[in-house]
């Protein structure tokens, strides 16, 4: 079994900053990808940032430049750094990994979701 523990989420004041994190845990040989998603209320999920193994970084268009994906491969954790928040990214924000269990399978794992409100 693997689990991922998200953290980070709350109220801010548009403008403000939040860090999310998602620490990993449980029976783990390897993480590759590791992303952020979001679904806001009435809204299909969508990707915000994603992260490889390697470091490669992509982001949705409308968190570029304000948002950054981060990762601590010792931790098995990922970060995400919210900064200039809008009312737009009021959201739940979830956690995404793609891990290699100790029995050598493929889990896609999703961790159970954090809020994030901004008020305008």
């Known amino acids: 079994q693997v689990q991922l523990l998200e953290s980070g989420g709350g109220l801010v004041q548009a403008g403000g900053s939040l860090r999310l994190s998602c620490a990993a845990s449980?029976?783990?040989?390897?993480?590759?990808?590791m992303g952020w998603y979001r679904q806001a209320p009435g809204k299909q999920r969508e990707l915000v940032a994603r992260?490889?193994?390697?470091?490669?970084?992509n982001y949705a268009d409308s968190v570029k430049g304000r948002f950054t994906i981060s990762r601590d491969n010792a931790k098995n954790t990922s970060y995400l750094q919210m900064n200039n928040l809008k009312h737009e990214d009021t959201a739940v924000y979830y956690c995404?990994?793609?891990?290699?269990?100790?029995?050598?399978?493929?889990?896609?794992?999703w961790g159970q979701g954090t809020l994030v409100t901004v008020s305008s």
């Open positions: 995404n990994a793609d891990v290699v269990s100790r029995l050598y399978r493929y889990l896609e794992v």
């Open positions: 449980g029976s783990i040989f390897s993480i590759n990808a």
């Open positions: 992260i490889t193994s390697g470091g490669s970084t």
